[in-house]
């Protein structure tokens, strides 16, 4: 299967995007904004077979991290589109950011700014980063790939194929409880 190409661009605005919507708010640090990027792109290309950005990412200890980040943070950074700083985040430090300008949306249709406005609006209110790394690690695609290695975006559908086990069943259990 092709890996779907990577739109420099379209990445730096979703980026951009989703600090502009969340950056300012406490506990929205680099983990949060990872993973808004890898649900918007890895659920919409299970709905449209096409993600909105083509990024590839890479399974790190705390999930998907995007190949790319770190230099499109430097470059909206360098073009006075956002600020980045470290700061204390209770017994830890994050990553912190402020949108400067306002992000610019042209390059997205309407069913990709839903997406990420809704994945934006979740991870930011529904999840602490250590709850939205659980999340990230806890299906088929993430046992896909080894530490370090991209994780396909085709591996939510194979997620979807294949017979749930035991271990599925019993993480199910954990997660949702049962009904009776």
């Known amino acids: 299967m092709k890996a779907p190409e990577f739109d420099r661009e379209k990445f730096k605005?979703?980026?951009?995007?989703?600090?502009?919507?969340?950056?300012?708010h406490a506990g929205f640090g680099a983990v949060k904004l990872y993973k808004v990027?890898?649900?918007?792109?890895?659920?919409?290309?299970v709905l449209r077979g096409t993600p909105i950005t083509g990024e590839e990412y890479i399974r790190r200890q705390h999930g998907p991290v995007p190949k790319h980040a770190l230099e499109i943070l430097t470059e909206l950074e360098k073009e006075g589109r956002i600020r980045v700083r470290k700061a204390p985040f209770g017994d830890y430090s994050q990553w912190q950011f402020k949108s400067l300008k306002p992000a610019r949306t042209s390059r997205f249709d309407s069913d990709e700014i839903q997406s990420l406005k809704h994945w934006i609006r979740c991870i930011d209110e529904d999840h602490t980063a250590q709850s939205i790394s659980d999340e990230s690690h806890d299906d088929y695609a993430w046992e896909i790939a080894k530490m370090g290695e991209p994780l396909p975006y085709y591996a939510f559908l194979a997620n979807r194929l294949r017979d749930p086990t035991d271990e599925d069943f019993e993480r199910a259990k954990r997660r949702w409880g049962t009904r009776g």
Do not use: C, E, R, V
């Open 13 to 24: 605005d979703a980026m951009h995007y989703a600090i502009a919507n969340a950056g300012g």
């Open 37 to 45: 990027l890898w649900f918007s792109d890895s659920k919409t290309y």
